[in-house]
């Protein structure tokens, strides 16, 4: 009997017709400002006038970002699914510093392991991620991300695209106000 296709839930929130996608990396303080902002801009805008894509962006200066990534993607497996995966994004956002390396190159964080970094993410978020995590298949998922962003020209974060063009003067420090005005216009 063949095996059940690992399901990775779509990041995605709302259904409407505009499409505002943010490639977000995990620890990156940027990202987490974005993606702080994303469920104000999902309630101003209205879950019928735009459709949300969280696409995860990993970057080799954050150390552990693709251990974080793959964690995100395996709580998206989760019967949770993408409520899940933004619950693990929230608590590594929350707890950015102890995800992270000072400097990108030093501190405390040079001696975890991914093991440690799993446990961490687990304890913060309060998912069983291990199993998870540890499925082959997942790798997939993970691949998909990578190829989507750099078909798109897309290489570090935070970086928006509204409905499949990249708009550089969407930032991470503007207001939904001022998003709203750059997605809407």
């Not at 969280?54 to 200066?61: A, K, V």
């Not at 998909?144 to 962003?149: I, K, L, V």
Request: glycine content about 6%; some cysteine; charged content about 25%.
């Amino acid at each position: 009997m063949p095996a059940t296709p690992l399901r990775v839930a779509p990041l995605e929130w709302g259904h409407g017709p505009r499409v505002f996608e943010a490639f977000l990396e995990p620890t990156c303080p940027f990202s987490v400002r974005a993606f702080d902002k994303l469920p104000d801009l999902l309630a101003r805008a209205g879950e019928g006038r735009i459709t949300i894509k969280i696409r995860l962006q990993s970057q080799p200066w954050h150390m552990f970002s693709g251990v974080i990534v793959r964690c995100i993607l395996a709580a998206a497996t989760l019967e949770a699914g993408r409520e899940a995966a933004r619950t693990v994004m929230a608590a590594v956002g929350a707890h950015r510093e102890e995800f992270e390396f000072t400097d990108h190159c030093a501190g405390p964080n040079m001696d975890a392991t991914p093991n440690d970094i799993i446990k961490r993410i687990e304890r913060y978020s309060g998912l069983e991620l291990a199993a998870a995590f540890a499925v082959p298949d997942l790798q997939k998922a993970i691949k998909w991300q990578c190829r989507y962003s750099r078909q798109n020209g897309i290489h570090v974060s935070p970086t928006f695209m509204v409905d499949g063009l990249i708009d550089p003067a969407i930032s991470s420090g503007d207001t939904v106000e001022a998003w709203m005005e750059r997605i809407f216009a």
